[in-house]
């Protein structure tokens, strides 16, 4: 089966700024970039839809894994945790095995983890006439870079499903980490005293948790 370390994958269940928050949204593209950045093992750009906005919201899910003296993912690995969050909510049970490959629930090797997921999970043609779903509950804020001196907006690395249990999580999950110091937002007003957001665009390096 694929490898969750310490990480449970809970099953979900089935029951101020429009742009920022918790948002319900659709899934409409996946990207991989890996190939482009060696130095990570892995860089997928996840795209999310909603009614509020013609532009997709993107999370990117990157980085690299801790490892033990074998070469195994560490059971407490970061990145390995932000995948089990996403692999949860999409209720799948595939994710990477103790390398760091994909696979799917069965163990069999899942090569083009983009493809793979754009066929069975995405909505390609979000936007166009007709009814669309938006079975995903993320949550969106502004966070300061010092170093590009702008405010980016970023996608709280944890996705749940947009139902009553899911929200409750994804809500408790972020009390906790603006409780204890991992989620720091910036306010219009805030970002206006250190310098200009005119410009804004995601953010691709992701803090460790």
Do not use: C
């Not at 932000?82 to 692999?87: A, E, L, M, S």
């Amino acid at each position: 089966m694929p490898y969750t370390g310490s990480f449970e994958q809970k099953k979900p269940s089935s029951s101020g700024s429009p742009f920022l928050g918790f948002q319900e949204v659709a899934l409409t593209d996946v990207v991989d970039k890996s190939k482009d950045y060696p130095n990570m093992d892995m860089f997928l750009e996840i795209s999310f839809r909603n009614g509020n906005s013609q532009f997709p919201t993107n999370y990117s899910l990157l980085g690299t894994f801790e490892r033990d003296e074998q070469g195994n993912i560490a059971g407490d690995s970061s990145l390995l945790k932000r995948i089990v969050h996403f692999t949860a909510a999409l209720g799948w049970s595939g994710g990477v095995d103790v390398k760091g490959n994909w696979v799917d629930e069965n163990d069999k090797p899942v090569d083009d983890i983009a493809g793979f997921l754009n066929v069975k999970y995405t909505q390609p043609n979000y936007g166009t006439e007709g009814n669309f779903e938006h079975p995903y509950l993320i949550y969106v804020y502004k966070k300061w870079n010092d170093k590009a001196s702008k405010a980016y907006t970023t996608v709280l690395p944890k996705i749940s499903h947009a139902n009553a249990a899911g929200r409750k999580d994804l809500e408790s999950y972020v009390a906790w980490m603006k409780t204890n110091g991992y989620l720091k937002e910036h306010t219009e007003e805030s970002v206006m005293t250190e310098g200009d957001v005119s410009s804004t665009a995601t953010q691709t390096s992701m803090p460790k948790f």
